[in-house]
Nanobody
Framework: QVQLVESGGGLVQPGGSLRLACSAA????????MGWYRQAPGKQREMVAR???????NYGDSVKGRFTISRDNVKNMVYLQMNSLKPEDTAVYYC????????WGQGTQVTVAS
């Protein structure tokens, strides 16, 4: 079992930046592929960014060039740096850990509005 806790969400103006953080309560963090997903009202959950145990990354098409995912295997943390935010980035952002099965955090709200 892996407990994930997200932080860093909030209200930001278009063009602004936010950094999300996810803390993972596990001693095996380095063996988990990690990711960020988001779900906007009335829409399906979508992949935002993923980072593997060997630091290979991939991004959803809508965030490429604007968002950056990273991990710290010493602190058991994964981060999502979000730049040039747009109103369509508004959603609940969820941290995901994957190893044999998926684990999810409770989510953090990101609202992009002027």
């Amino acid at each position: 079992q892996v407990q994930l806790v997200e932080s860093g969400g909030g209200l930001v103006q278009p063009g602004g930046s936010l950094r999300l953080a996810c803390s993972a309560a596990t001693t095996l963090f380095r063996f988990y592929d990690m990711g960020w997903y988001r779900q906007a009202p009335g829409k399906q959950r979508e992949m935002v960014a993923r980072i593997t145990i060997v630091n290979s990354t991939n991004y959803g098409d809508s965030v490429k060039g604007r968002f950056t995912i990273s991990r710290d295997n010493v602190k058991n943390m994964v981060y999502l740096q979000m730049n040039s935010l747009k109103p369509e980035d508004t959603a609940v952002y969820y941290c995901n850990a994957q190893r044999w099965k998926d684990y999810w955090g409770q989510g953090t709200q990101v609202t992009v509005a002027s």
